[in-house]
């Protein structure tokens, strides 16, 4: 080292570090140097001591770093609804115990206290940015901002009233004014969050394609999630939910398609065709009984394919390293193919993908000179993961969400030694028993 090597904020050197891109790139005893919340260096460990003065240097001797998890679809605030109405299927889950529990209790106390919540789980589980669709996004926003995580959040759109609002032009209008007055907060975004085909009219849907395509936001919508879904739009509207939204100007480059269970190989070439994206959710859509989609055959397509959690109400987990196994397992097993969705593309299915999708590529996903620096530390060295001789495959495979040992958001400390440094858990604690007893009575 010499008198003149920059002083920088923070270096950690792993014995692994896998930046997703180039892809399948996994690189030994390296380091990441961060400055100013952006990633300055990624080197060999030897090169980066010797090159920068770091003010904290961080050892990771048994650890895997990668980029910051991206959760392409989730409900935060129905962290609070854990377990609620389990074992019914999606029509019975919705109509008998998730939406008459929400007309008596959403308010912007609950969306605030469930999104903190959620906020927690995700963290702690390596996951630094996810894409919300819910009720009062100003609570969910205060919530994210106070624990420092990343979130685009939804501008909600539905038909019918609610606590939140009274028809679907509300909805809009007040998802717009959450939108311009938060607008310049450096870890949050937006999409128009059309809830889904069976829950949004014609003229709502045209609205909402004139407001994104104004003001660039990509559109999340739950889509061809269940066969009866697909029944009720061919019996009220002639078509299949998907040909609907093409005639209505919705497909693009910024549709985010939740689920696409149910899709016909003409609907996988439209959905390429545009370039639309999927937020697959493997548990959920297990749990729910809705299906197994096609995701080999999406990717063939080249259809860009991120994953989600959905809400913990429907899966009963925020954990996307689950989420990462559960897909390349059930790609294998549907496409009777062991190569269909090997470790690194799942990986990038929970993380390079999902930041494409939200138009945030360009700065998390990858850990990449000039990006921020979103990352997160997988220990890999406990009893029940040794012994390892693949990282990338180790991770997918094997690790869970319980390895996750460190995590930062611009290259502030979110998570140390598996410990929350911004959130307090006793207060959290306090306050799900506290929804628990009120839903609950």
């Not at 899709?263 to 439209?270: D, G, K, R, S």
């Not at 319980?402 to 604690?429: C, M």
Request: aromatic share 4%.
């Amino acid at each position: 080292m010499t008198l003149d090597t920059p002083t920088v904020d923070l270096r950690i050197d792993a014995r692994w570090i896998i930046p997703v891109e180039p892809a399948n790139t996994v690189l030994e005893n390296h380091s990441l140097v961060v400055h100013e919340g952006r990633i300055a260096a990624l080197l060999p460990t030897a090169v980066a001591a010797e090159r920068y003065t770091a003010r904290a240097t961080r050892t990771l001797e048994e650890h895997v770093l990668i980029p910051g998890l991206v959760n392409l679809h989730t409900h935060a605030a129905m962290a609070l609804m854990r377990g609620l109405g389990d074992d019914a299927n999606l029509t019975e889950w919705l109509e008998r115990h998730i939406w008459p529990t929400e007309m008596r209790f959403v308010s912007p106390e609950m969306v605030r206290d469930g999104t903190l919540l959620a906020c927690a789980e995700m963290l702690r589980g390596g996951i630094t940015c996810f894409n919300d669709m819910y009720f009062f996004p100003e609570a969910a926003a205060e919530a994210v901002m106070h624990a420092g995580m990343r979130a685009a959040l939804g501008i909600i759109v539905v038909d019918f009233p609610s606590p939140y609002a009274s028809d679907s032009e509300d909805y809009i209008a007040k998802g717009l004014a959450t939108r311009d007055a938060l607008r310049d907060e450096p870890l949050l975004s937006f999409c128009v969050a059309p809830h889904a085909p069976y829950s949004v009219s014609d003229g709502a849907f045209e609205r909402v394609a004139t407001y994104a395509a104004e003001l660039d936001l990509p559109i999340h919508i739950h889509l061809h999630e269940t066969a009866d879904e697909i029944r009720e739009s061919l019996k009220r509207h002639g078509v299949r939910p998907l040909e609907r939204l093409q005639r209505l100007g919705l497909l693009g480059p910024n549709l985010v398609g939740v689920h696409a269970v149910h899709l016909e190989p003409h609907e996988i070439a439209t959905l390429a065709a545009d370039g639309c994206h999927v937020a697959h959710c493997p548990a959920s859509n297990l749990k729910l009984g809705s299906g197994i989609p096609p995701i080999t055959a999406l990717r063939r397509a080249g259809v860009n394919v991120g994953l989600g959690t959905d809400g913990a109400a429907s899966n009963n987990r925020l954990d996307l390293l689950g989420e990462m196994r559960l897909a390349a397992l059930l790609a294998r097993g549907s496409a009777h193919d062991a190569t269909a969705l090997p470790a690194a593309a799942a990986l990038e299915m929970a993380t390079i993908n999902p930041a494409r999708a939200l138009g945030l590529d360009h700065e998390i996903g990858s850990l990449i000179l000039g990006k921020a620096a979103d990352i997160v530390a997988i220990d890999l060295g406990s009893l029940e993961l040794a012994p390892c001789y693949d990282p990338l495959s180790h991770l997918v495979y094997v690790a869970g969400r319980e390895a996750v040992s460190h995590v930062w958001i611009r290259g502030e400390l979110k998570v140390d030694n598996g410990e929350l440094t911004s959130l307090e858990t006793e207060p959290l604690k306090a306050k799900a028993v506290h929804w628990r007893d009120r839903i609950r009575g």
